[in-house]
């Protein structure tokens, strides 16, 4: 008998903008409803299907070469990958971006679209991002320390205290 385990998790970054994340790696989808196109290290695979059918077709478009990292590979990873990628000590000697540098992205992207679209809550956050409780509450905590956002007021509510110059620019 064999068992395997199966990870995915899927961040909704825009409308039509997804980071997929999974044991295999981290990809980035475009598209919605009926067509798709996936960038990933093993290249760009198109799919297009009947949504609700279970039928669809998919072809790989462009094989990326062995070796040269595509830009899904760039991508933030959450904190849920964090501690796979510690336990590896083979990934942070590649030249690769390390665990931490990813996250400080996340919590950049993270702190351009609170600010951006002016709601500071956590719930916000997990249904933006997909994440958990703790991970958005973490990413919260973190932009009151920064000052980016208000301390909750007595009802919970926070306000966004800087405007987008005040911030960083984000990595390409």
Known sequence: M????????VLRVFP????????????TSL????ATVNLSKR?????VGLPGSGLS???MLLRSAGGVPSPASRMIKPESLREQEECDPATSQT???TSQQMLDELYLLTAHLVV???????SWL????????????????KMEADGIVSPPDRIGRREVLVGIQDLPELPE
Do not use: D, P
Not at 2 to 9: D, E, I, K, L, T
Not at 43 to 47: F, V, Y
Not at 126 to 141: D, K, P, S
């Open 57 to 59: 077709y998919s072809k």
């Open 31 to 34: 598209g919605g409803h009926g």
């Open 95 to 97: 030249g690769e971006k």
């Open 43 to 47: 290249g760009i695979r198109g799919t």
């Open 2 to 9: 064999n068992v395997g385990f199966r990870f995915r998790q």
């Open 126 to 141: 997990q249904r933006q991002l997909r994440i958990g409780y703790i991970e958005a509450a973490e990413l919260m905590e």
């Open 16 to 27: 039509g903008l997804r980071l997929n994340l999974s044991k295999s790696g981290v990809s």
């Open 116 to 122: 951006e679209s002016k709601k500071a809550s956590i």
